[in-house]
């Protein structure tokens, strides 16, 4: 599988912008889809996840950070992931990666680590101006 992100870009607090992911392959809709960001220095970190129909549905999972400013949506007819960001803040600026997991876990808390995604795309800068 191979991902690409866009939608990434400058933005004043307060703003919002929309991240994709487009994903190539045949098995889209089997994969859990996440989002992470990674701050030059820092780890990187989870942001959200949304699981596969097959799974009890699409059911998503946010970091705490989020409190309710970011939606991530799939549509598996068009294989690519989306990231609704509002209410962004400059701690929000860093480079956003999208990352697909073939696993089948239980827990969707365990989406969090990034150690169970199989593939990554090549990310796309977010950068929130004060």
């Known amino acids: 599988v191979q991902l690409q992100a866009s939608g990434g870009g400058l933005v004043q607090a307060g703003g919002s912008l929309r991240l994709s992911c487009a994903a190539s392959g045949r098995t889209f809709s089997s994969y859990a889809m996440g989002w992470f960001r990674q701050v030059p220095g820092k780890e990187r970190e989870f942001v959200a996840v949304?699981?596969?129909?097959?799974?009890?549905?699409?059911?998503?999972y946010y970091a705490g950070f989020v409190k309710g400013r970011f939606t991530i949506s799939r549509d598996n007819g068009k294989n690519t992931v989306t990231l609704q960001m509002n209410s962004l803040k400059p701690e929000d600026t860093a480079i956003y990666y999208c990352a697909a997991s073939r696993s089948h876990i239980s827990s969707i808390y365990s989406y969090s680590y990034a150690s169970v995604y199989d593939f990554w795309g090549q990310g796309t800068q977010v950068t929130v101006s004060s």
């Open positions: 949304i699981t596969s129909n097959g799974r009890s549905g699409d059911n998503t």
